[in-house]
């Protein structure tokens, strides 16, 4: 296909009832649910897509994006209107930038912030189950704040990533580690108070951001302690790491592109 037309598509999207981004056969995925809305709207054209960012099962995305192939050059505000018409009401493309032909959204620096919405104590309204992940019981979310900042910097995270291979890279950076009372995404049957967990960073590896909020919850109810937290982002650690905090509550809340 004759790469002529290059395009940043800005997408959102609530991933409860999709087994995450990339394509999976017979299962339904927004990469999947993307191309098949192009295949309509852009008739007999062809084209390709890449996404920035594979999210899981169940993860949602307030700002994620795709780069869009195309061999024509289309007018991107009325492609957005008839695009968005067409998606699934749980997907939103909220702008669309032409870039040139060197751009490339897998390899061009990026950072990624994320945040982990939860809450403890009383069980929660059900409707919150696709943005809030509750822990039963209390947290000492004071000693979680102070532990969410034992992750900042450059650490060995192997211990958070699941299955790595011996060609994992597992030394990252957190920029920010960060757990906060939750201000900004808030609906009427949501508990009355709620946290969010924000962490940002140039990459990460598979549930590394689930494992290391289910290390804090674990700090939170009294199993570890600081130390415990420290000696987990070095490389001589040794002890397996099986608790993976669910999926619902995290989304990746914003994508940039530094370069």
């Known amino acids: 296909m004759g790469k002529k037309s290059y395009y940043l598509v800005h997408i959102q999207y609530l ?11 017979g299962i339904k995925t927004v990469h999947h649910m993307i191309d098949r809305t192009l295949n309509f709207v852009l ?8 996404g920035s960012s594979r999210t899981d099962k ?27 018409l067409n998606l699934p009401f749980d997907l939103r493309a909220t702008h669309i930038e032409e870039v040139n032909e060197e751009f490339n ?21 059900p409707f ?19 532990g969410a900042k034992l992750f900042e910097g450059g650490h060995d995270f192997r211990a958070y990533c699941k299955k790595p291979s011996n060609n994992t890279e597992t030394e990252r950076e957190i920029i920010l580690s960060e757990i906060r009372t939750n201000d900004r995404i808030t609906a009427s049957f949501f508990p009355e108070t709620t946290y969010t967990y924000h962490v940002h ?21 009294g199993e570890i302690d600081l130390d415990f937290i420290k000696a987990s982002v070095t490389a001589d650690f040794s002890e397996h790491l099986s608790e993976i905090a669910p999926a619902s ?11």
């Not at 960073?201 to 109810?221: P, S």
């Open 15 to 25: 991933g409860y009832r999709y087994h995450g981004w990339a394509k999976q056969p």
């Open 43 to 50: 008739g007999d054209q062809k084209f390709k897509t890449l």
């Open 58 to 84: 169940m993860v949602s995305a307030n700002h994620s994006a795709f780069e869009l192939f195309l061999e024509e050059a289309i007018d991107p505000e009325s492609f957005l209107d008839e695009f968005n």
């Open 105 to 125: 959204i897998i390899q061009a620096p990026k950072s990624k912030e994320y945040v982990y919405l939860f809450c403890c104590g009383d069980k929660p309204h």
């Open 128 to 146: 919150t189950a696709p943005l809030l992940t509750w822990f039963p019981g209390e947290l000492d979310i004071e000693l979680m704040k102070v």
């Open 201 to 221: 960073g140039k990459g990460f590896m598979r549930n590394q951001i689930r494992m290391m909020i289910a290390q804090l919850v674990r700090l939170g109810r």
């Open 249 to 259: 509550g995290l989304q990746l809340d914003s994508v940039s592109f530094t370069g």
